[in-house]
């Protein structure tokens, strides 16, 4: 054990306020003290140094604790002897060990204590301050945001609106929050993936990851990277304000270099509805984003997470972080490998006339969706008879989930357009079955429907799925063309004929130079001819949430109409839509009316 002197000698130097000098240390000489008052009794260093000996000899059989408290009143009482004498702590120090160090390692010897034969007594040793913390191992800060942040490529078969079945690769990032390879991202980000790769910085090749679990509504995904070892982040802790300085981190536009850029929070609170997810909680901040940033980290000056990125206005300069107070309790579930909010469907919320739906891209096997019937291309339209997309988001699909829960049996209702069938049936419950079928008109010569894309991919529309389709540019500006019969119709539209008597569809979008006014507009119907065999019937006003502009109506000999459109997108009037159709059958009028409430245009 240690001496039982150096130990009492320290505890009162302690009680004294001095710290316990380094016995081999050499000291400075000390002039002599001068001498006291004749008339008083004399209080020297070695008075005081015997009657702490006395002391310490006296609560000898004492418990630790007690032996430990006498000591240290011990030194209070004694240091303002030694202080009022102007004796030093050097001084005190040194006369208790000539005095009595070597009587108390010989009575210490005989307590009730283990023997140690021969071992050295070591030195005393300075207290470390408790406060003190280690000094963290390896890159800290925005460092390690970038060792710890990933690149995932993610490539699957997915069935597009007018475009079929597809095989693509999308670009995203996440970020790695264990030693052992658990990443965050966004589950738009891996949703519907055969194969997932990842980029890891310091690595010259990806390695496959595995999906470990996701939420559809909370738009957040766990994925795992084989092997351990890897750098990782934690969390941020505390309260946010506005103001607060943020980075964020990840592979913009799906470009290999890293990228960090910064900003600050502007809101606590945002709103989190998108057509791909239903977000409760999601932070507002204006460091700059881009497609491929979706699933990185926003993180503060000192490396902390305290948002997911999630989606961006970039004309508004506004973007958005997914908030900790969401994205925590969902990731607990994901790290446990509990799917949350989660039926298996790959969609996004689309918004029309009279369309209005969820579109189905993929479904993941074996998912409670999976097991329904539902397939790639279905479009659901209501989910315990609640119309699904109203407003153009995932709000009313994710309220129905969470407050029935994906476990439970849920009704729905879907389109499937490459059949032209209505089906209803249950999520865990009943297969979906066909109910009946989509756009009967009456004469049955355009019952079926499909989505379709012009050649450029700026222009789609619902069109009748046995008429004959054209998508390629006229005069290079992007177009498409409908019709029974496209040969007959072509001279039609192209010019070469002024007689309306083949039923069809055309639309071509030109782009100007300048913006585009209603007057621009009616000018163009006012120098459009009226078919040589209709009668021109009057113009009304367009608008179908989309677009607006102006329609031209004519009544033919053979007893149908033809129509002229003109129209622009209010939000960017810099390109003109021109419209014409020619309906002579009832299946023909239905085909323009769907049309018309369909097509949308993407310059």
């Known amino acids: 054990m240690a001496t039982a002197a150096a130990l009492a000698i320290a505890l009162l130097v302690a009680a004294c306020g001095g710290d316990t000098p380094a016995p081999a240390a050499p000291e400075a000489e000390v002039p002599p003290a001068a001498p006291a008052p004749k008339a008083e009794p004399e209080t020297t260093v070695d008075s005081i140094a015997q009657e702490f000996c006395d002391g310490v000899f006296e609560i000898l059989d004492l418990s630790p604790d ?19 004498a102007g004796i030093s702590e050097e001084e005190f120090f040194d006369a208790v060990l000539g005095e009595c160090a070597d009587e108390m390692t010989t009575a210490f010897a005989g307590a009730p204590e283990p023997e140690v034969p021969d071992t050295p007594i070591p030195e005393p040793t300075p207290t470390p301050d408790p406060t003190a913390t280690p000094e963290p191992e390896g890159p800290q800060g925005l460092a390690l945001v970038e060792l710890a942040t990933v690149q995932i490529v993610a490539q699957g078969t997915f069935v597009e609106p007018g475009a079929g079945s597809v095989t693509t690769a999308g670009s995203g990032s996440g970020f790695i929050v264990s030693e052992d390879g658990f990443v965050v991202t966004n589950n738009h980000v891996v949703t519907g993936a055969a194969t997932l790769n990842v980029f890891i910085p310091g690595r010259d090749e990806p390695v496959n990851a595995r999906i470990i679990a996701a939420s559809e509504c909370a738009d957040l995904a766990v994925v795992q990277l084989p092997g351990n070892g890897y750098p990782f982040l934690e969390f941020h802790e505390g309260p946010l304000s506005i103001g607060t300085p943020i980075f964020a981190a990840g592979y913009p536009l799906g470009e290999p270099e890293y990228a960090l850029v910064g900003g600050i929070i502007s809101k606590l609170d945002a709103d989190g509805e998108s057509s791909w997810a239903s977000v409760d909680q999601v932070i507002q901040h204006d460091a700059a984003i881009n497609p491929g940033n979706s699933g990185g980290p926003l993180v503060t000056g000192d490396g902390k997470v305290v948002g997911i990125v999630y989606a961006g206005l970039l004309e508004f300069n506004q973007f958005f972080a997914i908030g900790l107070e969401q994205a925590l309790p969902v990731l607990d579930q994901l790290l446990a490998g509990n799917n949350v909010d989660w039926i298996g469907i790959n969609g996004e919320a689309f918004m029309g006339d009279g369309y209005n739906g969820l579109w189905v891209f993929s479904i993941e096997s074996g998912s409670p969706a999976d097991e329904a019937g539902i397939l790639p291309g279905d479009f659901i339209v209501a989910m315990q008879d609640l119309s699904l997309g109203d407003d153009g988001t995932m709000l009313d699909y994710c309220d129905v989930l969470q407050t029935r829960g994906s476990d439970r049996t849920l009704q729905i209702e879907l389109h499937r357009y490459d059949t032209g069938e209505i089906l209803e049936g249950q999520i865990n419950g009943r297969p979906l079955d066909v109910t009946d079928t989509l756009f009967d008109g009456g004469g049955g010569e355009a019952e079926v429907y499909t989505y379709a894309f012009d050649d450029t991919g700026v222009i789609d529309a619902y069109v009748p799925s046995d008429w004959q389709f054209d998508g390629a540019p006229v005069s290079e500006f992007s177009s498409m063309a409908v019709s029974p019969d496209l040969a007959s119709w072509a001279p039609f ?34 120098g459009s001819a009226v078919p040589d065999n209709c009668n021109y019937n009057g113009r009304i006003d367009y608008d179908d949430g989309f677009y607006t502009g102006f329609i031209d109506e004519s009544i033919c000999d053979h007893g149908g109409i033809h129509t002229a459109l003109a129209a622009i997108d209010p939000g960017d009037s810099t390109f003109a839509i021109l419209v014409e159709t020619v309906e002579i059958t009832q299946a023909d009028a239905d085909a323009t009316s769907e049309f018309y409430g369909s097509f949308l245009v993407f310059p």
């Open 66 to 84: 007690q032996w430990e408290q006498q000591v240290e009143r011990l030194g209070v009482r004694l240091d303002l002897k030694r202080s009022a």
């Open 493 to 526: 539209y192209l010019g070469d004929t002024s007689t309306a008597d083949t039923a069809g569809i055309f639309i071509v979008v030109i782009p100007t130079e300048s913006e585009i006014g209603y007057a621009d507009l009616e000018e163009y119907l006012d």
